[in-house]
Antibody, heavy 121, light 105 residues
Framework: QVQLVESGGGVVQPGTSLRLSCAAS????????MYWVRQAPGKGLEWVAT????????FYGDSVKGRFTISRDFSRSTLFLQMNSLRPEDTAVYYC??????????????WGQGTTVTVSS | YELTQPPSLSVSPGQTASISCSGH??????VYWYQHKPGRSPVLVIY???KRPSGIPERFSGSNAGNTATLTISGTQAMDEADYYC?????????FGGGTKLTVL
């Protein structure tokens, strides 16, 4: 079945870096846009980043622009989120999600279980 | 672009729950709705304003007119208690509403 499994979360200090991974299975990875979405403690869902299905177009939320980079490895069917210059306000559960239909802007129909990132000194 | 939802809504079992989502000329965009329960992953319950993914019960429906989209749950059940988020795409950005906590009591 279609599945997304995130990994790479942890506790890190402010200013450091972390890379999240999302292993995809059960669908043709190179034909769907992919997303990262996060939820900070006690807050709502916040879109973080989008990568087009061909991997050539990427978009970022204002709060992470210039610090985070989304990428994908087609050979391993894996999505990544490189997070640099982490701040306490980046503390959240990070979900990867799959586009419902082809490219971006069409909803997210499959979500991973989430990985927790805590940024604290 | 911003989407605005009421923070909370309470209904009794069997009643109809209507959750609103407001945004400028929202009717010109496709709206998506997600159900999110504590400790679980979000679930897409409505796509493109009013379509239900397979496996989503018929009691979930959606509409979009003018500046407001609405998620309607008919015959609300205890299992429907969750946070609900609307979402739309706007020039490269995926925008989520702030979420509505639905309590069934």
């Amino acid at each position: 079945q279609v599945q997304l499994v995130e990994s790479g979360g942890g506790v890190v200090q402010p200013g450091t870096s972390l890379r999240l991974s999302c292993a995809a299975s059960g669908f043709t990875f190179n034909t769907y846009a992919m997303y990262w979405v996060r939820q900070a403690p006690g807050k709502g869902l916040e879109w973080v980043a989008t990568l087009s299905y061909v991997g050539s177009n990427d978009f970022y939320g204002d709060s992470v622009k210039g610090r985070f980079t989304i990428s994908r490895d087609f050979s391993r069917s894996t999505l990544f989120l490189q997070m640099n210059s982490l701040r306490p306000e980046d503390t959240a559960v990070y979900y990867c999600a799959k586009s419902r239909s082809g490219d971006y802007g069409r909803g997210m129909d499959v979500w991973g279980q989430g990985t927790t990132v805590t940024v604290s000194s | 672009y911003e989407l605005t939802q009421p923070p909370s809504l309470s209904v009794s079992p069997g009643q109809t729950a209507s959750i609103s989502c407001s945004g400028h000329e929202l009717v010109d965009k496709n709206v998506y709705w997600y159900q999110h329960k504590p400790g679980r992953s979000p679930v897409l319950v409505i796509y493109e304003d009013n379509k239900r993914p397979s496996g989503i019960p018929e009691r979930f429906s959606g509409s979009n007119a003018g500046n407001t989209a609405t998620l309607t749950i008919s015959g609300t059940q205890a299992m429907d208690e969750a946070d609900y988020y609307c979402q739309a795409w706007d020039i490269g950005t995926e925008v989520f509403g702030g979420g509505t906590k639905l309590t069934v009591l």
